[in-house]
Protein backbone atom coordinates (compact mmCIF):
# COMPACT_ATOMS: atom_id res chain seq x y z
CA UNK A 1 0.00 0.00 0.00
CA UNK A 2 1.13 3.85 -0.39
CA UNK A 3 2.39 5.11 2.69
CA UNK A 4 1.52 8.27 1.24
CA UNK A 5 -2.26 7.33 0.92
CA UNK A 6 -1.96 6.26 4.31
CA UNK A 7 -0.35 9.29 6.25
CA UNK A 8 -3.45 11.49 5.63
CA UNK A 9 -6.03 8.80 6.71
CA UNK A 10 -3.91 8.52 9.40
CA UNK A 11 -3.54 11.67 10.84
CA UNK A 12 -7.76 12.22 10.11
CA UNK A 13 -8.55 9.12 12.06
CA UNK A 14 -6.28 10.25 14.95
CA UNK A 15 -7.42 13.42 15.05
CA UNK A 16 -11.13 12.35 15.47
CA UNK A 17 -10.18 10.32 18.23
CA UNK A 18 -8.00 13.28 19.68
CA UNK A 19 -11.04 16.21 19.82
CA UNK A 20 -13.21 16.88 22.53
CA UNK A 21 -16.67 14.55 22.81
CA UNK A 22 -18.69 17.78 24.33
CA UNK A 23 -21.21 17.47 21.80
CA UNK A 24 -21.77 13.65 21.92
CA UNK A 25 -24.51 12.59 24.86
CA UNK A 26 -23.18 11.23 27.75
CA UNK A 27 -22.81 7.29 28.71
CA UNK A 28 -23.89 8.38 32.57
CA UNK A 29 -26.59 7.30 34.17
CA UNK A 30 -29.57 9.26 33.38
CA UNK A 31 -31.93 10.04 36.35
CA UNK A 32 -35.10 8.31 34.87
CA UNK A 33 -32.93 5.38 35.44
CA UNK A 34 -33.16 5.59 39.07
CA UNK A 35 -36.98 5.83 39.19
CA UNK A 36 -38.99 3.36 40.88
CA UNK A 37 -40.84 1.35 38.26
CA UNK A 38 -44.62 0.77 39.25
CA UNK A 39 -45.66 -2.71 39.49
CA UNK A 40 -47.44 -4.11 36.68
CA UNK A 41 -50.79 -4.47 36.39
CA UNK A 42 -52.36 -8.04 36.88
CA UNK A 43 -53.33 -9.90 34.20
CA UNK A 44 -57.19 -10.96 34.39
CA UNK A 45 -56.95 -14.94 35.03
CA UNK A 46 -57.53 -16.77 31.72
CA UNK A 47 -61.03 -18.02 31.04
CA UNK A 48 -61.74 -21.71 30.75
CA UNK A 49 -62.82 -22.88 27.71
CA UNK A 50 -66.47 -24.13 27.60
CA UNK A 51 -66.64 -28.06 26.74
CA UNK A 52 -68.01 -27.72 23.85
CA UNK A 53 -65.33 -26.23 22.19
CA UNK A 54 -62.69 -28.46 24.22
CA UNK A 55 -64.29 -31.39 22.67
CA UNK A 56 -64.84 -29.75 18.91
CA UNK A 57 -60.79 -28.91 18.97
CA UNK A 58 -59.61 -32.35 20.24
CA UNK A 59 -62.23 -33.79 17.65
CA UNK A 60 -60.54 -31.81 15.03
CA UNK A 61 -56.89 -32.68 16.30
CA UNK A 62 -57.92 -36.41 16.24
CA UNK A 63 -59.16 -35.85 12.71
CA UNK A 64 -55.44 -34.64 11.96
CA UNK A 65 -53.73 -37.07 13.69
CA UNK A 66 -55.58 -39.95 11.22
CA UNK A 67 -54.81 -38.13 8.12
CA UNK A 68 -51.00 -38.06 9.53
CA UNK A 69 -51.35 -41.75 10.28
CA UNK A 70 -53.25 -42.45 6.72
CA UNK A 71 -50.44 -40.43 4.57
CA UNK A 72 -47.45 -42.06 6.42
CA UNK A 73 -49.24 -45.66 5.66
CA UNK A 74 -49.62 -44.29 1.80
CA UNK A 75 -46.08 -42.83 1.67
CA UNK A 76 -43.88 -45.65 0.76
CA UNK A 77 -45.89 -46.92 -1.64
CA UNK A 78 -46.00 -43.60 -3.33
CA UNK A 79 -42.17 -42.96 -2.52
CA UNK A 80 -41.41 -45.96 -4.11
CA UNK A 81 -43.01 -45.35 -7.74
CA UNK A 82 -41.65 -42.03 -7.70
CA UNK A 83 -38.36 -43.59 -6.78
CA UNK A 84 -39.13 -45.58 -10.30
CA UNK A 85 -40.36 -42.89 -12.49
CA UNK A 86 -37.42 -40.56 -11.77
CA UNK A 87 -36.19 -39.55 -15.14
CA UNK A 88 -39.17 -41.35 -17.10
CA UNK A 89 -40.65 -39.30 -19.68
CA UNK A 90 -44.05 -37.87 -18.94
CA UNK A 91 -46.83 -40.07 -19.81
CA UNK A 92 -44.28 -43.06 -19.32
CA UNK A 93 -45.87 -46.19 -17.36
CA UNK A 94 -43.54 -45.43 -14.43
CA UNK A 95 -44.27 -41.89 -14.78
CA UNK A 96 -48.21 -42.47 -14.83
CA UNK A 97 -47.43 -45.05 -11.55
CA UNK A 98 -46.32 -42.50 -9.82
CA UNK A 99 -49.00 -40.03 -10.43
CA UNK A 100 -51.42 -42.31 -9.53
CA UNK A 101 -49.85 -42.87 -6.22
CA UNK A 102 -49.01 -39.34 -5.60
CA UNK A 103 -53.03 -38.94 -5.69
CA UNK A 104 -53.36 -41.33 -3.12
CA UNK A 105 -51.37 -39.38 -1.02
CA UNK A 106 -53.18 -36.38 -1.69
CA UNK A 107 -56.57 -38.44 -0.55
CA UNK A 108 -54.86 -39.86 2.33
CA UNK A 109 -54.27 -36.41 4.20
CA UNK A 110 -57.54 -35.25 3.02
CA UNK A 111 -58.55 -35.57 7.01
CA UNK A 112 -54.98 -33.09 7.64
CA UNK A 113 -55.83 -30.71 5.40
CA UNK A 114 -59.38 -30.57 6.32
CA UNK A 115 -59.07 -30.41 10.05
CA UNK A 116 -56.69 -27.45 9.25
CA UNK A 117 -59.40 -25.70 7.72
CA UNK A 118 -61.94 -26.14 10.25
CA UNK A 119 -59.64 -25.34 13.33
CA UNK A 120 -59.19 -21.82 10.74
CA UNK A 121 -62.47 -21.31 10.46
CA UNK A 122 -63.25 -21.93 14.38
CA UNK A 123 -60.27 -19.47 15.22
CA UNK A 124 -61.65 -16.79 13.05
CA UNK A 125 -65.07 -17.29 14.26
CA UNK A 126 -63.87 -17.01 17.93
CA UNK A 127 -61.49 -13.95 17.48
CA UNK A 128 -64.43 -11.97 15.79
CA UNK A 129 -66.68 -13.14 18.50
CA UNK A 130 -64.34 -12.27 21.40
CA UNK A 131 -63.21 -8.93 19.60
CA UNK A 132 -67.11 -8.29 19.88
CA UNK A 133 -67.76 -9.27 23.59
CA UNK A 134 -69.93 -12.50 22.95
CA UNK A 135 -67.03 -14.59 24.09
CA UNK A 136 -63.80 -15.20 26.33
CA UNK A 137 -60.98 -17.32 26.39
CA UNK A 138 -60.45 -20.49 24.48
CA UNK A 139 -58.56 -19.00 21.43
CA UNK A 140 -55.21 -19.95 23.46
CA UNK A 141 -56.60 -23.38 23.21
CA UNK A 142 -57.83 -23.39 19.30
CA UNK A 143 -54.27 -21.67 18.48
CA UNK A 144 -52.67 -24.38 20.22
CA UNK A 145 -54.34 -27.30 18.36
CA UNK A 146 -53.76 -25.16 14.74
CA UNK A 147 -50.11 -25.17 15.70
CA UNK A 148 -49.78 -28.89 15.93
CA UNK A 149 -52.22 -29.53 13.18
CA UNK A 150 -50.14 -27.11 11.12
CA UNK A 151 -47.29 -29.51 11.53
CA UNK A 152 -48.38 -32.58 10.38
CA UNK A 153 -49.80 -30.58 7.24
CA UNK A 154 -46.54 -28.76 6.46
CA UNK A 155 -44.41 -32.03 6.84
CA UNK A 156 -46.95 -33.57 4.57
CA UNK A 157 -46.57 -30.52 1.96
CA UNK A 158 -42.55 -30.91 2.46
CA UNK A 159 -42.49 -34.52 1.47
CA UNK A 160 -45.19 -34.30 -1.15
CA UNK A 161 -43.04 -31.80 -2.91
CA UNK A 162 -39.74 -33.87 -2.49
CA UNK A 163 -41.51 -36.92 -4.71
CA UNK A 164 -43.02 -33.99 -7.38
CA UNK A 165 -39.38 -33.12 -7.55
CA UNK A 166 -38.22 -36.46 -8.40
CA UNK A 167 -41.22 -36.71 -11.59
CA UNK A 168 -40.77 -34.85 -14.93
CA UNK A 169 -43.01 -31.79 -15.15
CA UNK A 170 -45.99 -31.80 -18.31
Known amino acids: MNLRRLLPS ?11 FQGYPSLAKRAIEDAPIAEAAAQPSPVAPEPELVQSVDRLTAQ ?25 AVSSEAWVAAQTA ?47 VLTIVDSQNDRLDALKGRLAQP
Request: hydrophobic share 45%.
Open 102 to 148: LSALESARNDSVSALASLDVLYVERSNAAAEGKVSGGIETIDAARAS
Open 10 to 20: LALFLSGCASS
Open 64 to 88: AQAGGTAFDKAWPAADKAARAASGS
